[in-house]
């Protein structure tokens, strides 16, 4: 019932900014929480970032607190992460995801769009 796909993605150089889109399909989009994670070569799927269906209540890794920001427009059907002072170990797939709950852990989202590529060189 919820179709994602992110977008925004590409290749930069340590220290620039990226934003993130992930547009969202579905009447009920409104009343879902979001979330971003990501996952880098060999290592699991990580949180990054997530937002209350509202937009009210947000969650950061630590690794992120200071430097992404996610936010979400429900009349246009999309979330989006602002990440600033790219690092090299931020390169990885981003994903976006929808649970009926903010969780951050991956099992706990029920929609995943196909992820989008972001590689920070050093």
């Known amino acids: 019932q919820v179709q994602l796909v992110e977008s925004g993605g590409g290749l930069v150089q340590a220290g620039v900014s990226l934003r993130l889109s992930c547009a969202a399909s579905?009447?009920?989009?409104?009343?879902?929480?979001m979330g971003w994670f990501r996952q880098a070569p060999g290592k699991e799927r990580e949180f990054v970032a997530a937002?209350?269906?509202?937009?009210?209540?947000?969650a950061y890794a630590d690794s992120v607190k200071d430097r992404f920001a996610i936010s979400r427009d429900n009349a246009k059907n999309t979330v989006y992460l602002q990440m600033n002072n790219l690092k090299p170990e931020d390169t990885a797939v981003y994903y976006c995801a929808a649970t009926k709950v903010m969780m951050v852990a991956v099992a706990e989202y029920d929609y995943w769009g196909q992820g989008t590529q972001v590689t920070v060189s050093s």
């Open positions: 579905g009447r009920t989009f409104s009343t879902y929480a």
């Open positions: 937002i209350s269906w509202g937009g009210g209540s947000t």
